[in-house]
């Protein structure tokens, strides 16, 4: 769920170097999304998107492991040791805290219209979805598995990337606080259809 350009903690300033890293990602991101929608998948260079992002193939791979990943603003999928060792530390409830993990460490495009306008043109990106959030999926039970048994790390994992995928249907989301809280509030709105 990070690459190498991968924000720090939540509680790290952000420097001015972390400020590049993150401007270099997005533009990265929005060349490759412009350009995957109007081309295809096939019809699109790592080169092309470099040049409309202005920079290096090199740099490319700092921050995504393949063209759709880019497209789609999806990094790799390994929970960062910094968030998973923050996680194995917290004392908050299991699924609470599973929210604050999966806000701090998966991304979102903060262009949801043009997500959804990809996945209409360019159905053939959807397998790619599915297949980062099954992997997304055992990274993250790994680092759940070390706080509960499987069977709840499963559930409670289950239960998350739900909420979380409902969320990106539903809103913009700022900053990994506001999207830690809404994974909560799905959460308890799943709770609460569940036991009605």
Not at 50 to 55: G, K, L
Not at 116 to 131: D, N, T
């Amino acid at each position: 769920m990070s690459t190498t350009a991968a924000p720090e903690p939540a509680t790290a300033p952000c420097t001015l170097r972390e400020r590049k890293k993150q401007q270099t990602r997005q533009a990265l991101h929005d060349a490759a999304l412009t350009l995957v929608s109007e081309h295809g998948l096939d019809g699109v260079t790592v080169e092309q998107i470099c040049s409309d992002a202005d920079v290096s193939p090199r740099t490319f791979f700092n921050y995504f492991t393949s063209k759709a990943h880019a497209a789609l603003g999806l990094d790799t999928v390994e929970v960062p040791e910094w968030a998973a060792t923050r996680f194995a530390e917290a004392d908050g409830r299991l699924v609470d805290d599973l929210c604050v993990l999966i806000a701090a460490t998966v991304p979102l495009s903060q262009d949801r219209r043009r997500m959804k306008e990809l996945l209409v043109l360019r159905p053939e990106m959807a397998p790619m979805v599915m297949q980062w959030m099954a992997e997304s999926r055992q990274s993250l039970l790994a680092t759940v598995s070390s706080r509960t048994d499987e069977q709840t790390a499963r559930t409670a994992v289950g239960l998350v990337l739900s909420a979380l995928s409902e969320v990106a249907h539903r809103d913009t989301v700022g900053d990994s606080d506001e999207l830690a809280a809404k994974l909560r509030t799905v959460v308890a709105e799943m709770g609460a259809i569940a036991a009605g």
